[in-house]
């Protein structure tokens, strides 16, 4: 399967995934303070020679992530408040529920809630080379 015909399945797995994302709160996910991720898919694309992974994600209000990278690009839909990305030259992309963004790979960034009362909800799409882990926290 190549990338361009994955997509529509992915977006349409990806929309499946947000709603039931929105509905109930992801188990077992790995908690941190302020943070909650769980993969809900990995598959092999291009006969096998880059995987897609896709996972929901949770900020806290007022929370960051960690510094990391992915070593594919990242495709981030928001289902629920404001999700905030901090580059290294100071730049920033916000999007509200309901929008889209793409981090390019490699490309080192901070996720941001800057809300002080609403959780930030996203179902992020990475293609990476097999092997390759889905990020990697930098300094």
């Known amino acids: ?13 990806a929309a499946l995934l947000a709603t039931a994302a929105c509905a109930t ?14 993969l809900l898919l990995r598959a092999d694309i291009d006969d096998g020679t880059r995987k897609v992974y896709v996972a929901s994600y949770e900020l806290a209000p007022g929370a960051r992530s960690e510094r990391h990278s992915h070593p594919g690009d990242e495709f981030v839909y928001v289902l629920a408040g404001e999700a905030t990305v901090l580059f290294d030259d100071g730049s920033t992309v916000s999007a509200k529920a309901g929008a889209a963004f793409h981090v390019a790979a490699g490309v080192a960034h901070v996720d941001l809630n800057l809300s002080a ?6 179902i992020g799409v990475v293609l990476a080379r ?10």
């Open 130 to 139: 097999p092997g390759q882990p889905i990020n990697e926290r930098t300094r």
């Open 1 to 13: 399967m190549s990338v361009a015909t994955a997509l529509p399945a992915i977006a349409a797995c």
């Open 25 to 38: 709160p992801p188990a077992p996910a790995v908690p941190t303070a302020h943070e909650r991720s769980r």
């Open 117 to 122: 009362t609403e959780m930030v909800k996203v």
